[in-house]
């Protein structure tokens, strides 16, 4: 493929504008000297002063002046508005970096909230199973065995952390069943609820950070330990 040639390049980037005015301006300064000759050549012996040469050529060139100021208003305007529409497109690519910037920034901190809330959830296993310990096992109401207890265990070590959680709610069912004593029955107890709605209200805080929408907030609170949190708020006595 072959380069434009430079002066080919040039005279195709010239404005219009400035062709005429040059075009213009050759066509009135030969008149002027066509004119000049033939004053000359009709009257041979006229004295040319500095007054009439200055008058002469203060009238010649005074509409190359206005026209050439005419010219130039309008390349400055071209000029303008070129200038805007640069001006334009550059906030229009920053606002597309900022946003591009923002979305990944907060793909990062959702990136991140899902590892935490792994780590939150095996957390509130082991808090959950302590308080259904507590409240269902040999140590609490009898209700489950040491032996059933202890499986329940090991399916939430294998990965299952909210097996406690479905247990409370299954719980919470039953008609004749205490849930404000399962909760805040003892101080054990009671220490094992704060502990538990301590940190999944931390984690809820922490998905409104990484989530504009609420989303992953409302799919918390459906999951089995937002219900459980939700549950152990409405059984929580008042204040004394």
């Given amino acids: 493929m ?3 040639n430079p002066i080919a390049k040039f005279l195709r980037s010239r404005d219009w504008r ?6 213009l301006s050759a066509a009135w300064i030969s008149s002027g000297f066509w004119y000049v000759l033939r004053a000359s050549k009709a009257v041979p012996h006229q004295e040319f002063t500095l007054d009439v040469i200055g008058n002469f050529l203060e009238g010649a060139f005074a509409p190359l002046a206005f026209l050439w100021l005419v010219i130039g ?5 071209r000029e303008l508005a070129n200038n805007a529409d640069a001006l334009r497109k550059t906030s229009e690519q920053s606002e597309k970096q900022t946003a591009a910037i923002a979305a990944t920034e907060m793909n990062a901190r959702q990136e991140t909230f899902f590892k935490i809330k792994e780590n939150v959830f095996q957390q509130l296993g082991g808090v959950s199973g302590m308080l259904y310990a507590s409240s269902q096992g040999p140590a609490g109401s009898g209700a489950i065995s040491g032996e059933q207890l202890d499986e329940y265990f090991k399916q939430g070590a294998a990965g299952d952390s909210s097996i406690f959680a479905r247990r409370f709610l299954t719980l919470g069912f039953t008609a004749d069943t205490d849930l404000q ?3 805040y029955g003892t101080e054990l107890r009671q220490r094992h609820t704060g502990n538990f709605m301590h940190s999944f209200s931390r984690l809820c805080r922490l998905a409104q950070n990484c989530d504009v929408d609420g989303i992953i907030e409302d799919s918390l609170m459906q999951s089995a330990f937002g219900l459980l949190y939700m549950r152990m708020r409405e059984m929580q006595p008042p204040a004394k």
């Fill in 2 to 4: 072959t380069s434009e």
């Fill in 18 to 23: 400035i062709w005429f005015g040059i075009v």
């Fill in 73 to 77: 208003l309008f390349i400055q305007q």
């Fill in 181 to 183: 004593g399962l909760f």
